[in-house]
Each structure stands twice: as C-alpha cells, then as structure tokens.
C-alpha cells in the first residue's frame, strides 16, 4: 500500500508518500514562518492561500522523491482536522481532486492522531497498548492508545496548551515568532534556580494541566526587571516538572510501562531527558518521533491513512470537508491484522 499524504492544518504545507513494504519514501516540507512573523502569529487567510500557491508543486517534488509514477499511488490521506478550517479546506479539496483523477480512495486522518503514531515511523517502535503525552501549540492531552483509533483521554490542558504557553511567553520576552524554540534556546543560558515558579496544579489529585498563570508570572518576572535568559530557564523548568509530575501519576494509575510523547514540544530537549529519566526509573521505555516529525508534516498523515487502509477502513465519505474542532475520542478503533 502506497499512499500520498497531505498536511495542511495551520502554518505548513507537506506532502509525503509512505508504503507499508518500504517505510517512507519521501517528505516534502514547506514552512509559512516568514509570511506571518510580521504578524506576531498565524495569519489564517495568509495560511490558505500559502497552501493554494505551494501544494501542487510540493506534491510533484514528493513523488519525484519517492520515485513513484502516480498511477503507483493506491491512496490519498489528508489532514482533516482540528486546525484552521480554510487550510483544511484548502489541504482536503486537493487532496480528493488527486484521489478522483487518479481513482483511488481518499481518507480523512485527524491530525493528533498522526502526531500520536508519529513515533510508529522510527525503528523500533512502540507496540499497543501504550500512554501517550500529545504536547503542542494547540494540545496538551495524557492519552491511553489501547489500539490505532482506540484513544482514552484522561488529561489535558484546562487553559493554554504547553506550546502556547511556550509561544506567549517567548513574545514577553521580544523573542519574535515563533517564539518556543527561541525561549528554550535562551533559556540554555540562564539559571532556572534565579526565580521559583510554581508548577500549577500538582498540589491537587489528577491529570489535567494548568498552564496560563505560568505566562501571567512570566510577565510579573519581567517587570520585576529578572533576566530574560533567567525567566525562560525557569519557565523551562517548571514546565518540564509538571508536566513529568502529571505522567508519573499517569503511569502510576495506568500500569503502562511504554510512554509516547509527540507534537512540537516533545522536541525539546529537557523534556525528552526528565521523561527519559522517568521511564528508565520505571522500567520501562519512551518513544518519541525525530525531530523533523515531532512539528506539523505530512509523514504522519501518510502512515495512518495506510494503517487504517490496510485494517479495511474504505469508507470515508467524499463530502467530509473539515473540522476545526475534533476530539480524537470521536475516532472509532480498527483491527490491524
């Protein structure tokens, strides 16, 4: 099974082929940074038509990749949702027009559920059932994954999502857009002992986060006149706390021995050692996706569109456009044989 996957949810466009025989056989990433950095943040009229002007082309460099004709294409997978509708829109219109030329089926991949198998494109990788920690821009979610589309939520962000936190904080800082990567790098320079922040909600039973009183008390740092490079280590490290505080509880209640941890800010550094740290204490392991997949990209997509063909799923309806808002608990399990 061949199938072309597609990217559009936000701020980048990619086009990947993945084969069930062959792992993957090609990504193509185009990034929209420079056209809303003036901006301070996403532009969603800017994203579409970036996605309009860019897909076509990035499509073809993808094949030419992979060294498939497109009529060696068995499928088209798409991201539907959640994220910005008129890029979906953009990403799904595509993506069906393909199919149809080419006469093949097109299936509709929740983009967290790519993020979650992400590391399922890495050798080794891990096995259901496991815990799954879904930590981005937009998402903060403690995730039991008992089988591909078999999701148990059982914790999650009651405000902003850790990225969030990591991008608002960074503009206080003037570090620009997108402003996490920045922080983290600052943060590598400053002394996290300098100020104490609190890490929200680990004085109280359960599993959900709290991360916006973190970025009002990063303003309050500030204006204190605290370092920046200190302010951002200790940010840094109160996030990694409680966020390594909420999955050692996870692990605890769950019994699970294998950890997930995927999206954009499992690509940090501190993160992957403390949650290293964790699992190796526990006897167990953590997986997490490469780097260059742990950001939004259309590798992900292009695997669980052939996961979940390979496992019978044929009937995705043609009308299915997007949806900003799509809890991955809506996802139906499938078998894998």
Request: glycine share 12%.
């Amino acid at each position: 099974m061949r199938v072309l996957g597609i990217e559009s949810s936000c701020d980048e466009t990619a086009v990947a082929v993945f084969c069930t025989e062959k792992g993957l056989l090609a990504h193509q990433l185009h990034s929209q940074t420079q056209t809303h950095a003036p901006y301070g943040g996403v532009v969603p009229e800017l994203a579409s038509r970036d996605h309009v002007r860019i897909l076509p082309g990035l499509a073809s460099a993808a094949l030419a990749q992979s060294g498939l004709g497109r009529d060696e294409i068995d499928a088209v997978a798409y991201t539907a949702g959640p994220g910005l509708l008129g890029a979906l829109m953009v990403g799904s219109g595509f993506a069906k027009g393909l199919a149809s030329a080419l006469a093949v089926p097109a299936l509709a991949v929740h983009h967290m559920e790519g993020h979650l198998l992400a590391p399922l494109l890495e050798t080794p990788a891990p096995r259901f059932p496991f815990l799954a920690l879904l930590v981005s821009g937009g998402h903060t979610q403690i995730v039991e994954v008992k089988a591909l589309g078999e999701y148990q939520l059982i914790g999650e962000s009651i405000d902003d999502a850790v990225g969030e936190a990591f991008d608002k904080s960074a503009k206080l800082m003037g570090l620009g857009y997108p402003g996490g990567a920045a922080l983290s790098k600052l943060a590598r320079t400053g002394d996290p002992d300098a100020i104490q922040f609190a890490r929200p909600m680990t004085d109280r039973p359960g599993l959900d986060f709290s991360f916006s009183g973190l970025k009002t008390a990063v303003a309050v740092a500030l204006s204190k006149g605290i370092a920046k490079e200190d302010v951002a280590a200790g940010f840094e490290r109160a996030v990694v706390d409680t966020l390594v505080i909420k999955v050692r509880r996870a692990l605890e209640q769950t019994g699970y021995k294998t950890l997930v941890a995927a999206g954009g800010v499992a690509a940090n550094g501190p993160l992957r050692a403390a949650l290293g740290e964790l699992l190796a204490e526990r006897g167990g392991e953590v997986f997490f996706p490469r780097m260059e997949f742990c950001t939004d990209n259309a590798a992900m997509i292009a695997q669980v569109g052939a996961l979940r063909l390979v496992a019978g799923q044929h009937d995705v309806s043609s009308g299915f456009k997007g949806r900003a808002r799509w809890s991955l608990t809506e996802l139906r399990p499938v078998l894998i044989d």
